[in-house]
């Protein structure tokens, strides 16, 4: 699923990532750790086709990171931020169905999605009047849409409660178990995942531990 | 292509319906500047003057520019930009939609700012009627070239200040042209050929879009 | 070796054109009927004029399609645009400058809103646009991809504001050089110190764009040698 050599991302001069390796096999949960600036955000943003290879080789979902097509790349990730991840304007729905036409998907899907993250009763609310764990669950939504090969989902975790951490370690570990390869970055370990998840710690832009 | 542009113009509309961002900001902003136009030209030249059409084009251009830099920031946090971002939407169409929903935005503010015209710059009601044809040419143009130069100047992440020193060279022959097909609109003259030009600008300003707007989304 | 002899000669012949242009332009051709001394700047507005908009603006217009073009997409392609856009830049003033010292007498103002002097002046803040862009992106990739679609835009743009302005209005002086027929108006010692003032000016932009070519390529290797730094530190703060 993912094959990293040497890879170094440059942005404005500066190493995000400075010679990373690393391979993560199909239907696997990967949670990368580290320190503010370690360059886990980086590590996501190049799996997601988002950043450009500066040198070294890639190979993400079959796309080679530096000659291939990164828009059809991205096309099979998804993308889910910690600050949010759609239109904070629209509402949960109308977010998803943006989502669902941009994907050429039936929209009937929509009321099923929103139900398997506890959002029915939020359809209609502005994305930005819901609270920091319904937003993270409309990003779920927005993925469990597009049923992606890969799942990059950057800082997930933060300002989650209790209750919110749980819910959100026991629907990636479903969409582990349904064929997706997940890639989290994250300060602490997934806690109550059914599946054990490999931990990849980055340091300075380099992977520096890697425990199954 | 065109469905692509279709879904993104909804989006951005939407967006405007439910933040009301261009009737509360935009709009009174325009109705303001008007009003100095006019308080600029002096008590004696205010009404009737025939620096009218002039002022009206020099306002939506300032009118434009805001507008263009809400129809960036509305794309939101970088998290909301790489999800889009995966979605893997044809740039072209997300040219078109975003050029399309803007010049939407802008035909609205336009015709207002023209009844403001007649108003408080007392432009004769016939002529500025027949101009209609004309400001929608011309502020077509302004919309895509407005998409296109804030792409350039970051998409709502890059310096404010940079949008409007990319794109006013650009608006100057769409002001002289719009200017000029509303005064001969009010006081007679030659049409044709400053339609001509608002609409040079229109299809050069789309061809560019559709086919540099991707290299512009790669970033 | 033709190369190495042509780039080695390009400084001084292009040197000994413009010592050559100064002085036909200044001691040999006479006054003007009309404009007296101030026509000596026949020698001097055209040729700055045809370098700042034909020559260096068309260098940083074909060098930023050829980045375009994935085929040919390459810094170096950047550089070249970007370096002949700065140039450019510094024409352009000179022949706002030149121009608006040769309008004064004849319009009685320094700035009239003459059809060529307003295109060339809106043309001017488009070359300045295109450095404040530079400026304002950090990444290499980023800011070569952002300046080349807009240089290709501010050339398109090149002939709407031309029609427009000077649709819009016109005072310049008539053709100076030839008839609208097609017939020069200068002649003899006058037409041939504008020929090589012409072809001075020309040779004066390729070797400062030469120069400053060099000089973008030399803080490339500086900053190449401050990014291997910057690496080097990033992969120990990964070590410890």
Same mark, same amino acid.
């Given at each position: 699923?993912?094959?990293?050599?040497?890879?170094?991302?440059?942005?404005?001069?500066?190493?995000?990532?400075?010679? +990373?390796?690393?391979?993560?096999?199909?239907?696997?949960?990967?949670?990368?750790?580290?320190?503010?600036?370690?360059?886990?955000?980086?590590?996501?943003? %190049?799996?997601?086709?988002?950043?450009?290879?500066?040198?070294?080789?890639?190979?993400?979902?079959?796309?080679?990171?530096?000659?291939?097509?990164?828009?059809?790349?991205?096309?099979?990730?998804?993308? *889910?931020?910690?600050?949010?991840?759609?239109?904070?304007?629209?509402?949960?729905?109308?977010?998803?169905?943006?989502?669902?036409?941009?994907?050429?998907?039936?929209?009937?899907?929509?009321?099923?999605?929103?139900? #398997?993250?506890?959002?029915?009763?939020?359809?209609?609310?502005?994305?930005?009047?819901?609270?920091?764990?319904?937003?993270?669950?409309?990003?779920?939504?927005?993925?469990?849409?597009?049923? @992606?090969?890969? !799942?990059?989902?950057?800082?997930?975790?933060?300002?989650?409660?209790?209750?919110?951490?749980?819910?959100?370690?026991?629907?990636?570990?479903?969409? +582990?178990?349904?064929?997706?390869?997940?890639?989290?970055?994250?300060?602490?370990?997934?806690?109550?995942?059914?599946?054990?998840?490999?931990?990849?710690? %980055? &340091?300075?832009?380099?992977?520096?531990?890697?425990?199954? | 292509?065109?469905?692509?542009?279709?879904?993104?113009?909804?989006?951005?509309?939407?967006?405007?319906?439910?933040?009301?961002?261009?009737?509360?900001?935009?709009?009174?902003?325009?109705?303001?500047?008007?009003?100095?136009?006019?308080?600029?030209?002096?008590?004696?030249?205010?009404?009737?003057?025939?620096?009218?059409?002039?002022?009206?084009?020099?306002?939506?251009?300032? +009118?434009?520019?805001?507008?263009?830099?809400? @129809?960036?920031?509305?794309?939101?946090?970088?998290?909301?930009?790489?999800?889009? &971002?995966?979605?893997?939407?044809?740039?072209?169409?997300?040219?078109? /939609?975003?050029?399309?929903?803007?010049?939407?935005? %802008?035909?609205?503010?336009?015709?207002?700012? =023209?009844?403001?015209?007649?108003?408080?710059?007392?432009?004769?009601? /016939?002529?500025?009627?027949?101009?209609?044809?004309?400001?929608?040419?011309?502020?077509?143009?302004?919309?895509?070239?407005?998409?296109?130069?804030?792409?350039?100047?970051?998409?709502?992440?890059?310096?404010?200040?940079?949008?409007?020193?990319?794109?006013?060279?650009?608006?100057?022959?769409?002001?002289?042209?719009?200017?000029?097909?509303?005064?001969?609109?009010?006081?007679?003259?030659?049409?044709?050929?400053?339609?001509?030009?608002?609409?040079?600008?229109?299809?050069?300003? =789309?061809?560019?879009?559709?086919?540099?707007?991707?290299?512009?989304?790669?970033? | 070796?033709?190369?190495?002899?042509?780039?080695?000669?390009?400084?001084?012949?292009?040197?000994?054109?413009?010592?050559?242009?100064? !002085?036909?332009?200044?001691?040999?051709?006479?006054?003007?009927?009309?404009?007296?001394?101030?026509?000596?700047?026949?020698?001097?507005?055209?040729?700055?004029?045809?370098?700042?908009?034909?020559?260096?603006?068309?260098?940083?217009?074909?060098?930023?399609?050829?980045?375009?073009?994935?085929?040919?997409?390459?810094?170096?392609?950047?550089?070249?645009?970007?370096?002949?856009?700065?140039?450019?830049?510094?024409?352009?003033? $000179?022949?706002?400058?030149? /121009?608006?010292?040769?309008?004064?007498?004849?319009?009685?103002? !320094?700035?009239?809103?003459?059809?060529?002097?307003?295109?060339?002046?809106?043309?001017?803040?488009?070359?300045?646009?295109?450095?404040?862009?530079?400026?304002?992106?950090?990444?290499?990739?980023?800011?070569?991809?952002?300046?080349?679609?807009?240089?290709?835009?501010?050339?398109?743009?090149?002939?709407?504001?031309?029609?427009?302005?000077?649709? !819009?209005?016109?005072?310049?002086?008539?053709?100076?050089?030839?008839?609208?027929?097609?017939? =020069?108006?200068?002649?003899?010692?006058?037409?041939?110190?504008?020929?090589?003032?012409?072809?001075?000016?020309?040779? $004066?932009?390729?070797?400062?764009?030469?120069?400053?070519?060099?000089?973008? +390529?030399?803080?490339?290797? #500086?900053?190449?040698?401050?990014?291997?730094?910057? *690496?080097?530190?990033?992969? #120990?703060?990964?070590?410890?």
């Amino acid at each position: 699923m993912v094959a990293l050599s040497d890879a170094v991302v440059l942005v404005g001069g500066f190493p995000l990532l400075s010679g +990373v390796n690393l391979e993560l096999s199909v239907t696997s949960l990967n949670v990368v750790t580290g320190a503010n600036g370690a360059g886990k955000t980086s590590l996501l943003r %190049l799996l997601g086709g988002l950043v450009t290879l500066t040198s070294g080789t890639g190979v993400v979902c079959g796309v080679d990171l530096r000659s291939g097509d990164l828009r059809e790349l991205r096309r099979r990730v998804g993308w *889910l931020g910690h600050e949010g991840s759609f239109y904070d304007d629209l509402s949960a729905s109308e977010n998803l169905t943006f989502a669902a036409k941009a994907l050429a998907r039936p929209t009937s899907e929509i009321a099923g999605v929103l139900d #398997r993250v506890e959002l029915s009763s939020r359809a209609t609310t502005p994305a930005k009047q819901l609270s920091a764990g319904q937003r993270r669950r409309l990003g779920l939504a927005w993925l469990l849409l597009r049923r @992606s090969e890969l !799942w990059l989902l950057d800082e997930p975790y933060a300002s989650l409660d209790d209750e919110g951490r749980t819910f959100f370690d026991q629907l990636v570990g479903d969409v +582990v178990k349904s064929g997706a390869t997940v890639v989290v970055s994250a300060h602490d370990p997934l806690r109550s995942s059914a599946l054990a998840p490999r931990t990849i710690t %980055l &340091a300075g832009g380099l992977v520096v531990g890697d425990h199954l | 292509m065109i469905r692509v542009a279709w879904l993104v113009a909804a989006k951005d509309l939407r967006i405007e319906r439910r933040s009301r961002v261009l009737l509360w900001q935009v709009l009174p902003f325009g109705v303001m500047a008007l009003l100095l136009s006019g308080l600029a030209l002096g008590a004696a030249h205010a009404g009737h003057s025939n620096a009218a059409p002039g002022l009206y084009y020099l306002v939506m251009v300032l +009118v434009a520019l805001l507008m263009i830099n809400r @129809s960036q920031v509305i794309e939101g946090s970088p998290g909301t930009r790489a999800s889009v &971002a995966t979605l893997g939407l044809d740039p072209a169409g997300v040219f078109l /939609g975003k050029a399309l929903a803007l010049a939407v935005e %802008l035909w609205l503010t336009g015709v207002v700012l =023209l009844a403001g015209a007649v108003l408080v710059l007392h432009t004769a009601l /016939g002529g500025t009627l027949s101009a209609l044809p004309s400001v929608v040419v011309t502020l077509g143009a302004l919309a895509a070239a407005g998409t296109l130069y804030g792409a350039l100047s970051g998409g709502g992440q890059g310096p404010a200040t940079l949008l409007p020193v990319l794109s006013l060279p650009a608006f100057a022959p769409l002001l002289i042209a719009g200017e000029r097909s509303f005064s001969a609109a009010l006081y007679g003259g030659a049409l044709l050929q400053w339609w001509v030009i608002s609409l040079v600008a229109l299809v050069a300003y =789309l061809a560019i879009g559709i086919l540099l707007y991707g290299v512009l989304e790669e970033s | 070796m033709i190369k190495q002899l042509s780039q080695r000669l390009l400084g001084p012949v292009t040197l000994l054109l413009l010592a050559l242009t100064f !002085w036909l332009g200044l001691w040999v051709t006479p006054p003007d009927k009309v404009q007296g001394n101030l026509a000596r700047l026949l020698y001097l507005h055209p040729a700055v004029a045809w370098v700042a908009l034909y020559v260096s603006f068309g260098t940083a217009t074909i060098a930023s399609a050829l980045y375009l073009w994935k085929r040919s997409r390459s810094l170096v392609m950047d550089r070249v645009a970007h370096c002949a856009m700065e140039v450019s830049t510094v024409f352009i003033l $000179l022949t706002l400058i030149t /121009g608006s010292i040769w309008g004064r007498p004849t319009w009685g103002v !320094w700035w009239a809103w003459d059809a060529r002097l307003t295109s060339t002046a809106i043309l001017g803040v488009f070359t300045v646009a295109y450095l404040a862009l530079r400026r304002a992106n950090d990444d290499a990739e980023l800011r070569a991809r952002r300046s080349a679609v807009f240089a290709i835009i501010a050339a398109i743009n090149v002939p709407i504001v031309h029609f427009s302005v000077d649709w !819009w209005k016109t005072l310049h002086q008539g053709a100076t050089v030839f008839t609208q027929d097609g017939n =020069l108006l200068v002649h003899g010692i006058m037409l041939w110190t504008l020929f090589i003032s012409l072809v001075a000016f020309t040779l $004066l932009f390729f070797w400062l764009l030469r120069a400053r070519y060099r000089l973008d +390529v030399l803080r490339g290797e #500086r900053d190449q040698a401050s990014l291997e730094e910057a *690496l080097v530190q990033r992969r #120990r703060e990964g070590v410890h």
